[in-house]
């Protein structure tokens, strides 16, 4: 089946630098990426739709100062926090659709200290 | 109030007990979603639905379309069953997710 991997699985940064988090599709080409939010016991939030070759549209609340979204190909999404601050501490998960199904990325935990 | 409802919040059963999950939501929706998060945060597609019964192993994911409600069940529950299950609803091409409910199955 498809697959989505998202690298690194667990990053810690010092407050002030930026950190990137990568989205592939494995076995599929991807036009469209999503990059959610989760907050401890908490639901998804979706921060940003990326768009191959295009701006990336964001979810209102959402600094696109501070999370930078690059869609350079059909396979590959990347997000990155810039001066990251310890409040950006969270887990961050990519998803891309192939047809109308959703697969997901295993998930990004980012710690700034 | 939130699209997308889900019940119990958490949940605990004995192994081999049959469980349901509930997702009822408020909004026109394309497909629903069950997914699996497992406490690592990798999440895993079990089921996309828009209408009817859908069975795959021990789970299984009905959809009522009229009453906009979807259950998930699991049938001879395992402890490694245990992860938080989230339901999300496709609208507008965007995923609603609920909160989750969280499960623990204990031997």
């Known amino acids: 089946g498809a697959v989505v991997s998202q690298h690194p699985s667990r990053v810690i940064c010092k407050s002030g630098t930026s950190v990137k988090i990568e989205c592939r599709s494995l076995?599929?080409?991807?036009?469209?990426m999503f990059w959610y939010r989760q907050f401890p016991k908490q639901s998804l939030m979706l921060m940003a739709t990326s768009n191959e070759g295009s701006k990336a549209t964001y979810e209102q609340g959402v600094e696109k100062d501070k999370f930078l979204i690059n869609h350079a190909s059909l396979t590959l999404s990347t997000l990155t926090v810039t001066s990251a601050h310890p409040e950006d501490s969270s887990f961050y998960i990519c998803s891309a659709r192939r047809n109308t199904e959703a697969f997901f990325g295993q998930g990004t935990r980012l710690t700034v200290v | 109030k939130n699209e997308v409802e889900q019940s119990p919040q958490n949940l605990t059963a004995q192994e081999g007990e049959f469980i349901t999950i509930n997702c009822s939501y408020s909004v026109g929706i394309s497909a629903l979603h069950w997914l699996q998060q497992h406490p690592g945060g990798g999440i895993v597609s079990l089921f996309m639905?828009?209408?009817g019964k859908k069975k795959h192993g021990r789970l299984i994911a009905t959809i009522n379309i009229q009453e906009k409600h979807s259950s998930l069940h699991i049938t001879a529950s395992h402890p490694r069953d245990s992860a938080v299950y989230i339901c999300a609803v496709d609208n507008t091409d965007k995923l609603i997710f609920g909160t989750g409910t969280r499960l623990q199955v204990f031997p």
């Open positions: 076995d599929f080409q991807a036009t469209t």
């Open positions: 639905l828009s209408s």
